[in-house]
């Protein structure tokens, strides 16, 4: 038989749907060109006709019929004497077009092309798979737990695709188990080897901005724009809004009645707190919301240098550095400037205080920094908290605590 059904000997190949016919029929037609030449050296005189219907293949070969003795180039030309043993109404000047039969080629030949032709269409599949993903990015993906190792997951999307989760981009009180559905955010195509994997976060504050983006129809019509978002994944974020229209409270239509569209968000972040704070181009009010809950008494700002000193009353620096010292750091990054917390007696006090930076010589330069990251940046600021105050905002040991009050009681008991 001189033609061959695709279909039939490469069924592997029967349920590309993700790859277009034409680009199919091309690859296929590309792969038998290419065994074309490596047979007769050159693919001119032939013609590959795929018919993507039947999943046929047709290879035609093309030759100028010359007198006996007069064929220069046996791959254009045939003699006369041979054309007629083929069909005898041939005569001298005319193109002969002769169907070949695929088995000529032999069986190694057709093994290799069937080679060839799966890697192609395995490399289109993973090309069209990225192109796919590519323009996805920033959307939200629904997929199944299909295996769970220890550093990532692996999802099946709707349409069996693979979607890894990495470890990194889960939230710390994430577990999943394999047949859980999984809601996380297209975040990048990684190039693994020759695979390139697509990977989705549920860290991203894109995956926070797509998930109000569903709760809160005046941000999908754009009456709502998020300006920013900062986050400490299953911890705290804060979400920077605004309203085009003055009719529409931007923050009341966020969180809703009673939180009832900021409910189901917390949730699916595994309970982290979301503040929404109206955003405004004056900085001094944004960062004065953006240290919510606590409230300010007064701030100096340095606008060369991005700083702001804040200063509160005691019992609302806690709440301005948050637990772990997460509340200030979301509130330096959603603002752009430094801010450093102090209390508010401190400054109108005349009692004399030491910057901790002058005890580099007995306390460890990155111990003096963690208290700093607590807003606690002089000896008095230290020694006016309790031990166990220290040891639950800082990631500091108990001894460590207990040896710098005592340099720092030493230092004014000298005074």
Not at 73 to 83: K, Q
Not at 196 to 212: C, D, E
Not at 271 to 285: P, S
Not at 330 to 346: H, K, N, P, Q, S
């Amino acid at each position: 038989m001189a033609s061959i059904n695709l279909m039939e000997a490469f069924q592997e190949f029967r349920e590309t749907e993700s790859i277009d016919r034409p680009t199919m029929m091309k690859v296929v037609e590309d792969v038998f060109k290419t065994l074309l030449r490596k047979k007769y050296t050159s693919d001119e005189n032939f013609d590959v006709i795929v018919n993507a219907e039947k999943g046929d293949l047709e290879i035609i070969r093309r030759r100028m019929i010359v007198e006996d003795g007069q064929v220069q180039d046996p791959l254009a030309e045939i003699a006369y004497s041979e054309a007629v043993k083929i069909e005898p109404d041939f005569e001298v000047g005319e193109e002969l077009y002769e169907e070949m039969d695929i088995l000529d080629f032999g069986r190694r030949a057709i093994l290799a092309a069937k080679q060839t032709l799966a890697s192609r269409i395995s490399e289109l599949k993973k090309n069209v798979l990225v192109k796919k993903y590519s323009s996805r990015i920033g959307e939200i993906v629904n997929g199944e737990v299909s295996q769970v190792w220890k550093k990532e997951i692996m999802l099946i999307d709707d349409e069996g695709n693979e979607l890894i989760l990495p470890k990194s981009e889960q939230i710390p009180q994430d577990y999943f188990k394999k047949g859980d559905n999984v809601r996380a955010v297209v975040a990048r195509i990684d190039p693994r080897n020759t695979n390139p994997a697509i990977i989705v976060s549920r860290t991203s504050p894109l995956f926070l901005a797509k998930l109000m983006e569903i709760e809160v129809p005046e941000i999908f019509d754009g009456l709502i724009t998020i300006k920013k978002i900062v986050r400490e994944p299953g911890e705290r974020a804060k979400v920077a809004v605004e309203s085009y229209d003055d009719r529409i409270d931007p923050v009341g239509a966020c969180v809703g009645m009673k939180g009832s569209r900021i409910h189901g968000i917390v949730r699916e972040l595994k309970n982290e707190n979301i503040d929404v704070i109206n955003f405004t181009a004056n900085i001094q009010l944004l960062i004065q919301r953006s240290l919510t809950p606590a409230k300010i008494s007064f701030m100096n700002l340095d606008h060369d240098k991005k700083q702001a000193d804040v200063y509160l009353k005691a019992d609302q620096v806690s709440l301005a550095i948050g637990r772990r010292g997460v509340n200030i750091k979301l509130a330096c990054e959603l603002t752009g400037y430094e801010i450093d917390v102090f209390r508010e007696d401190e400054e109108q006090t005349d009692e004399y205080d030491i910057d901790l930076d002058e005890f580099a010589d007995e306390i460890d330069e990155w111990i003096i920094d963690e208290f700093k990251r607590v807003g606690c940046d002089t000896a008095r600021s230290v020694l006016g908290l309790s031990a166990a105050e220290l040891e639950r905002r800082t990631d500091l040991e108990k001894e460590t605590i207990a040896d710098v009050i005592r340099i720092l009681k030493e230092e004014f008991e000298k005074e």
